[in-house]
């Protein structure tokens, strides 16, 4: 049934639904959203895998200061 995945004409009716539910003027806004997103998720998994790296080897590293709280 799923034997190729999406085709491109898949995406063709992904992306007319998108555009039909949300209009085109609030698209590129959700895109720089998900685009924040997914930086935020990314630089987050990097600090998690630095933090196992750091405690596996035995050198811990100093708490994050929140420097907006004051």
Known sequence: ???NGLEPWHLMIVAIVAIVLFGSKKLPEA???LGKSMR???SEARAMKEDDAADKAG???P???DHTAH
Request: glycine share 6%; aromatic share 0%.
């Open 1 to 3: 049934m799923l034997r």
């Open 31 to 33: 895109a720089r959203g």
């Open 40 to 42: 935020i998720l990314k």
């Open 59 to 61: 050198t811990a590293r």
């Open 63 to 65: 708490p994050a200061t």
